[in-house]
């Protein structure tokens, strides 16, 4: 089995202040993986450097066992195949709904290229059904910006997905849902995951069990346990920093 | 596509500017007793290279979130670049006679013409450099910028400091511009008489059908998919980076063609007005421009142009009866607009007639 995604040894300081300190992680093809961790643990720092946001100081990132991903920017990592969501959702509040979803389909992404698109009929099906499956269809031509908190969630999921990413990572989906919203992500990420490669960092203990995979704890920028739910949970180091307080 | 290009405000726009442009001129050269007169047609003439500026700045501001305040630089470049086509159209009549050099140059016993002053004589190399040279600017200094991600007041500043630095430059004998005098005296434009009323009605129709085209051009690209990239990228630039979008390449792309066009229409004010001169690059005209377009309207082409004739006919008329009150004015209407008229005057008149319907997205799509 290949890697999607191998992290080792890598470190970034800011100021002095070490957000990830020799981290060491890989993600296999399809794996559905939860990241956890108190706040400061270094989980948006991670998912920056694996998107070449922010460049590590040290260590090695590599995508598919071949391509550096510390010599990529955003735009190189996405056309790659990486997909992130961000915890705030974010999306392009006065465009339509559907226009968000058209601008996230895979396509050249060249200036020119864009001048002169045209939406084909595969293009539209496909904006139609992914509309569908975030069940935004009635909110299609409403500006971004009417969406409820959760609706703006899962229209960035839509986008994710119309990326047509190898990895995705998502950053606390589960935020601001309602119980069921919460428990129908779960299963969305679990249907995605197999055919893509997912992270979820996430804080809500009852979604991570929802997903039912294996379980990344980390701390202060390194990895402090991993396996399952049940697993780290019995971890006395994880007790005592993050699951006891 | 036409229908992509003209929704209700362009066309009715459109049709009012074809309106305007034909009847000035007729109202000037046909009709007895001359009911428009000259000083008119060239005011009004100046008036559409404004509105073609502020559609220019709308295309950066309204649509992509690039608040430029130096965009009165690629006007007043694209202006002296058709001076100094005019200034050697002048050839032996000017005060000194000298066939070749520009009467500043004599003046400044210079023995032969700069480099950068050949190829001049010929007009269609000067209206190539209208749009090169203010595109270049434009490339070079957005390509430093836009890929260093300066962003918001910092880009604002530096966009200042560029106009200001060209100031600065373009006052300076030396520079081979007629220093503070700038260019005038022209003679003839294509040989024709630039006093001449025909002239002066063929310059003012060339400025409406710029203009017209202008707002075409910028409504190609805003209502294509690369508009909503820009409108994006002002709204969710990071997002837009991590859907794979090279920001910086679509700025560039939207600021040059946006500079390209205010070199145009600096071009086409230079002979209506019969002087370009270094005032023309002061960091206030080109916070002027910004409040044309807040006023217009933001975000919607024809407002930005609406903007800059309101502005422009209010100072006429302003300054002519109370000259003293003029700035005082034109910072009340800025401060009004903002607090008032978040969408400027074009989104408050619309937002009047559509108020019983469904409330609609800010920018079309």
Request: include cysteine; proline fraction near 3%; aromatic fraction near 10%.
């Amino acid at each position: 089995m290949t890697s999607q995604l191998y992290l080792s040894g890598v470190s970034k300081s800011f100021d002095g202040f070490k957000a990830i300190n020799n981290l060491s992680l890989v993600i296999d093809k399809g794996e559905l993986r939860a990241v956890i961790g108190p706040n400061g643990a270094g989980k948006t720092t991670m998912m920056d450097i694996i998107t070449g946001k922010t460049k590590p100081d040290g260590g090695e990132v590599f995508w598919n066992e071949k391509v550096d991903l510390t010599r990529l920017d955003e735009a190189d990592t996405a056309r790659l195949g990486v997909g992130r969501k961000f915890q705030k959702p974010t999306v392009i509040e006065t465009l339509s709904v559907a226009d968000n979803i058209e601008l996230a389909l895979k396509a050249d992404r060249g200036v020119l290229a864009n001048l002169l698109a045209r939406k084909t009929p595969a293009q539209s099906a496909e904006i139609d059904r992914l509309l569908e499956l975030v069940r935004l269809t009635d909110e299609r031509a409403r500006p971004a910006a009417d969406l409820s908190h959760g609706q703006k969630q899962w229209l960035e999921i839509g986008m994710l997905l119309a990326q047509d990413p190898e990895l995705l990572l998502v950053d606390e989906p589960a935020a601001g849902m309602t119980d069921a919203e919460t428990m129908r992500t779960a299963d969305l990420l679990r249907d995605i995951a197999g055919e893509r490669s997912v992270i979820v960092v996430e804080h809500d203990m009852h979604f991570v069990q929802a997903l039912n995979c294996k379980v990344t704890v980390l701390h202060q920028g390194h990895v402090l346990a991993e396996g399952s739910l049940a697993h780290v949970s019995a971890d006395p180091q994880v007790v005592e920093v993050y699951l006891g307080r | 596509m036409l229908r992509r290009l003209i929704d209700t405000r362009m066309g009715l726009f459109l049709a009012v500017l074809f309106v305007v442009t034909v009847a000035v001129p007729v109202g000037n050269l046909v009709m007895a007793g001359q009911p428009v007169p000259s000083y008119v047609v060239a005011l009004l003439g100046k008036y559409m290279t404004y509105a073609l500026l502020a559609v220019a700045l709308d295309l950066v501001w309204g649509y992509c979130g690039i608040l430029s305040l130096g965009h009165g630089a690629f006007f007043a470049l694209g202006g002296y670049a058709m001076g100094m086509h005019l200034m050697r159209e002048i050839g032996t009549r000017g005060v000194y006679g000298d066939p070749v050099l520009p009467d500043f140059m004599v003046f400044l016993n210079w023995e032969e013409l700069p480099w950068f002053w050949l190829g001049f004589d010929s007009f269609w190399f000067a209206m190539a450099m209208v749009m090169l040279v203010p595109g270049a600017l434009a490339f070079v200094f957005g390509w430093f910028a836009f890929r260093s991600r300066v962003t918001g007041v910092y880009l604002s500043i530096i966009t200042q400091a560029m106009t200001y630095a060209l100031m600065l430059a373009f006052f300076r004998n030396e520079m081979g511009f007629g220093g503070n005098n700038g260019l005038t005296d022209f003679k003839d434009i294509l040989g024709y008489d630039l006093q001449a009323d025909q002239t002066r009605a063929g310059l003012f129709v060339a400025a409406a059908i710029a203009l017209a085209a202008g707002l075409l051009v910028a409504r190609y690209i805003t209502t294509s998919k690369l508009g909503k990239v820009l409108v994006a990228v002002r709204d969710a630039e990071s997002r837009t980076r991590f859907l794979g979008y090279r920001v910086e390449g679509f700025k560039l792309f939207v600021f040059v063609v946006s500079a390209m066009m205010a070199g145009i229409a600096g071009a086409i004010y230079t002979p209506l007005v019969g002087i370009i001169n270094p005032g023309e690059f002061s960091p206030a005209n080109s916070i002027e421009i910004v409040i044309w377009v807040a006023l217009g309207g933001r975000g919607t082409l024809v407002g930005a142009a609406i903007g800059a004739i309101i502005v422009a006919l209010s100072r006429t008329l302003l300054t002519s009866w109370f000259p003293e009150l003029w700035l005082f004015v034109l910072g009340g209407m800025f401060i009004l607009v903002t607090l008032v008229l978040p969408h400027g005057v074009l989104g408050a008149v619309e937002q009047g007639l559509r108020k019983f319907r469904r409330r609609r997205p800010l920018v079309e799509n």
